[in-house]
């Protein structure tokens, strides 16, 4: 995606300050930081209505990293068309985009050689690196008939030492996708890392987990996450509860370091993505599409952008 769009700053709905000194264990249950609704949605190009979840630019950037920026685009029904709805040529640098696709279809090429098209439940994992340019649009077949669209979009950051990587582009289809059983009612998809010693595919820099969870009824089940990891857990569709809070659509729960594990209680069927990691602690100076550690990066990449070091599609 493309943040042309300034990112509304999404309105705290109930924000709790931690009460007391953290005893910096490793075990026994994470605290919440943070429990909000997202409010409010922009488009991203005219393809992709999103709800921003959360962005780097917030306070809470250091809890939700590695990640960078959550937007969720709800399911939305489009007309059939011949036009191409989406975002055209834009650049990135310094970070990976993933997109989830859940409903519908989303083509993408870039100036590195990747491309693609993504339907339900597919995953494209791009590294942007030193930096690509590319197009994120609705898939050709899917625009001419029409129908449901649902995707999400995170933005993974890159530690110093690998900003300037070479771009990759990861395709990682549904079937390649493994599945964990959680409980009799709710299952998860690991698309990145390891979820009850169950490993995802994808390639990463840095030691993080996706895990897309589907619940078909009430339940409740407990999440364990590795020592010093942060943890997210963002609800997308159904009602869910951590820490005595309910939160509904585009709720987003952000957990502390402290702790290793969190219960989690459903009211009925839920669609969760959970995203945790090792925290990168390095300054973070981002400008529209490129992240970077320092303004002096920041200028540079606008440079090399504009004197076409980023490549162009073809
Ligand atoms: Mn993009």
């Known amino acids: 995606m493309n943040v042309k769009q300034k990112h509304q700053p999404a309105e705290v709905r109930m924000e709790r300050d931690l009460i007391g000194e953290s005893d910096a264990s490793s ?7 943070l429990a909000r609704v997202a409010q409010g949605s922009h488009w991203v190009g005219d393809g992709f209505p999103v709800q921003s979840l959360f962005a780097y630019h917030e306070p809470i950037a250091k809890d939700v990293s590695p990640f960078l920026l959550f937007d969720y685009a709800a399911p939305r ?6 036009d191409r709805r989406g975002v055209g040529e834009h650049p990135h640098r310094g970070f990976e985009t993933v997109t989830i696709v859940y409903a519908g279809e989303v083509e993408h090429r870039d100036s590195a050689g990747g491309s693609g098209k993504i339907g339900v ?9 030193s930096g690509v340019v590319h197009e994120e649009f609705h898939g050709t077949e899917f625009s001419r008939q029409g129908g449901l669209l649902s995707m999400a979009q995170l933005w993974v950051n890159l530690p110093a030492e690998h900003k300037m990587t070479k771009p990759r582009y990861q395709e990682i289809l ?24 169950v490993r995802g595919p994808a390639q990463t820099f840095t030691s993080l987990n996706v895990w897309d969870l589907r619940t078909a009824d009430a339940d409740h089940w407990t999440l364990d996450f590795a020592p010093g990891h942060t943890a997210t857990i963002a609800v997308l569709e159904g009602e869910v509860t951590v820490a005595d809070q309910r939160l509904g659509p585009a709720g987003l729960f952000v957990l502390g370091r402290d702790g290793s594990s969190i219960a989690i209680q459903t ?11 090792a925290p990168i602690d390095e300054p973070i100076v981002g400008h529209g599409p490129f992240v970077m550690n320092t303004q002096g990066e920041i200028r540079q990449a ?13």
Do not use: C
């Open 27 to 33: 075990v026994g249950s994470k605290r919440l930081v």
């Open 77 to 82: 029904s489009f007309r059939p068309t011949a």
């Open 121 to 129: 439940g597919d995953v494209q994992w791009m590294t942007a690196g």
């Open 174 to 197: 549904a079937a390649n996708i493994p599945t964990v059983q959680i409980t009799e009612k709710t299952r998860g998809r690991v698309i990145a890392g390891a979820l009850q010693d």
């Open 267 to 277: 009211s009925g069927e839920a669609k969760v993505l959970v995203l945790s990691g």
């Open 302 to 314: 606008m440079l090399d952008y504009q004197s076409g070091r980023m490549g162009h599609l073809s």
